[in-house]
């Protein structure tokens, strides 16, 4: 296990569509359990493969109040349950230290593969569905900082910018 370095904003890479899964192999399960210990390392409640520089359609997610209770979705495939949006001030990992407020559907239906390969379906709501809308943006290149004013962002640009100057 390994917890892995993850990409920040504005990072090009962080723009890159992921590409489906096509096996649940033993690299894929060596992955999934790098990217529980680096979302778990990191106190994140979810993790996109994108955000660790891997191009594939992977993400894991735990929300519970004891980090006890790890979720994979393999190739997720979302449907919108319900059009009444929520809002949620959302922060990321890859866009560290800055929080906006996200509207987004607070129901959500998805299907996917789970760390056994094996296809399953389930409703979410709550900070499950906030999370799993998050995370499948990351697999197509997409930010929360996306959803904000161009100033915000810019101001969001900036400071990072000058983080990473700092530390490099
Ligand atoms: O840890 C995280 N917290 C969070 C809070 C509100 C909305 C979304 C998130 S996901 C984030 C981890 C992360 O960046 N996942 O991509
Ligand atoms: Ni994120």
Redesign the pocket.
């Known amino acids: 296990m390994a917890v892995l370095s993850i990409l920040e904003f504005p990072d090009p890479r962080l723009r890159t569509v992921a590409e489906p899964v096509s096996e649940v192999d033993a690299d894929l399960t060596g992955l999934i359990d790098d990217m529980l210990e680096t979302?778990y390392d990191?106190?994140?409640?979810?993790?996109?493969a994108t955000?660790v520089n891997v191009h594939k359609r992977l993400?894991v997610m735990d929300t519970s109040e004891d980090r006890d209770q790890p979720r994979v979705y393999i190739n997720p495939e979302i449907t919108v349950l319900d059009e009444e949006l929520g809002s949620?001030?959302?922060?990321?990992?890859?866009?560290p230290g800055f929080y906006e407020e996200?509207h987004r559907p607070r129901r959500v239906s998805v299907t996917a593969m789970g760390r056994d390969g094996e296809s399953f379906t389930e409703e979410l709501d709550g900070?499950n569905a906030?999370?799993l809308q998050?995370?499948i943006d990351?697999l197509d290149g997409k930010l929360?900082v996306d959803y904000i004013s161009p100033l915000k962002r810019q101001r969001i640009r900036k400071k990072l910018e000058k983080a990473h100057r700092l530390r490099a």
Do not use: K, N, P, R
């Not at 990191?42 to 996109?48: E, H, M, T």
């Open positions: 979302m990191a106190s994140g409640i979810g993790l996109a955000q993400l949620y001030d959302e922060g990321c990992l890859s866009v996200v900070l906030i999370c998050h995370e990351h929360f």
